[in-house]
Every structure is written in C-alpha cells, then in structure tokens.
C-alpha cells in the first residue's frame, strides 16, 4: 500500500505498528494509556498469572509425595540388591560345589583306571 501511494506522489506517513496495537488493546475492561511494552505486559499479566501459579503449600505438598516416592524407589532398589547379592554367592557357591563335584569324578576315574592296571598285571 505504502508503494502505491508513493508511485502517485503523495506524502508517505511511516505507521508504528506497535502504537497502533496499544491504541486498541484493553488490558481488562479498561483502556490503558501504555508508554512502554513491559508496563503492558506486566498490568495484562498480574491478574492472570496470580491464579495460575500453584500456592506454596500445594509446591510444598508436591516435594514431600516426591521425596517419599524417591525413598520407595530407593527402599526397592536397595531389596533388589541385596537380593542380587545373595543370588550371586548362591552361584558361586554353586560353581563351587560343581568344580569340587567334578574333581571327585576325575578321581574317582583314575582311580578305576589305576585297579583296572593292576588287575591287568595280576591277570598276567
């Protein structure tokens, strides 16, 4: 528009885009007379952000269901490593008890073996 107007001479006005909006925008019910955008911002804000905000016993409310949540979660944890813990020596006391179980069927083998020797020196 601002083009057009120039192409046919006649004088071009700059518009501030800014003051235009702030000649029509009502904070409220009321018109306000605003000279800068934060004294806006922060007359259109405070009724709306007061009831957004959580009260300070509800923020209180919400750590304290946290922590004891965390503290479950901790108590579980705990349970669980403990049992790991005791499931781990369990196997290796296993592993153990199969390496000592094997070492007695070795023996056990060549032991047979060692009379089967003999039997064959004494059946000769």
């Not at 922060?42 to 016993?57: D, E, F, I």
């Amino acid at each position: 528009m601002l083009e057009g107007s120039s192409s046919q001479n006649s004088p071009v006005t700059s518009i501030d885009d800014n003051e235009t909006y702030f000649n029509v925008v009502e904070c409220g019910n009321k018109k306000r007379n605003v000279y800068d955008l934060n004294v806006l911002s922060k007359r259109c804000n405070t009724s709306t952000s007061v009831h957004s905000t959580p009260s300070q016993a509800t923020i209180v409310h919400q750590i304290e269901e946290m922590r004891e949540a965390i503290q479950k979660l901790n108590d579980k944890l705990m349970e669980k490593n403990a049992k790991e813990r005791i499931l781990e020596e369990k196997m290796e006391q296993l592993m153990k008890d199969q390496q000592k179980h094997s070492e007695r069927i070795r023996q056990q083998g060549e032991n047979i073996r060692q009379q089967g020797e003999k039997m064959k020196l004494i059946l000769q």
